[in-house]
C-alpha cells in the first residue's frame, strides 16, 4: 500500500511497477486547468526533497557522545527537538517540565526510571509491568546522565 504523505493538495500518489518488482511513485497533477492535467508536479516534489538535504546537518554516529546516543535511541522517536508527538503539554521544554513535575535532573530521573501516561519507563526495577519498555532498560548511570542531558538541552531551547 503506498503512502500519499506529503502529496501536494489536490494531488495524488501513483504506483508503477519496475520489471525487478520494485515500485516507485510519482506525484501527478489532478488540477482543473486542462493543460496541467495529468502531468507529474516534479517541480513540488524537486524542490521539498532539496529542502530536506539543505536544512538537514548529518552527524556522524562517532560525533555523537554516549548520552546523545542514549537519547536517540531510546527519546527521539517522541521528544525529537523537545517536543512530544503524543502529548502536546507534555514537552521537554523548561514551562512543560516545571508544570509536570519534572523540572529538575532528579525529577526527570524517577520519570524516565518509571515512566508516565504514554511514556513506559526505563528503569531496571521499573514497575508496573505494563508501564515499563518492553525493550532493554538503561542503567541508573545512564538514566542520571540522560536526565542532566535533557536538563541542559532544555535550558539551551534544543538549539
Known sequence: MASTAGVAKGASARVVPFTSGRVRSSIVCHSHHPAQ??????????A???????????????????????????CIG????GGNVLAAGATLFPQDLERNGAASPEEL????YRGKGKMPGYGTDCAPKGQCTFGPRLSD?????????????ADAGWK
Open 141 to 153: 548511570e545512564e538514566i542520571k546522565d540522560l536526565a542532566t542531558f535533557v536538563r541542559q538541552r
Open 78 to 81: 517522541c521528544h525529537a527537538g
Open 48 to 74: 521539498g526533497a532539496a529542502a530536506v538535504l539543505l536544512l538537514s546537518q548529518p552527524v556522524q554516529a562517532d560525533e555523537l557522545t554516549p548520552v546523545e546516543r542514549t537519547f536517540n535511541v531510546k
Open 109 to 112: 530521573f524517577t520519570l524516565i
Open 37 to 46: 492535467h495529468g502531468r507529474p508536479m516534479w517541480g513540488a516534489a524537486v
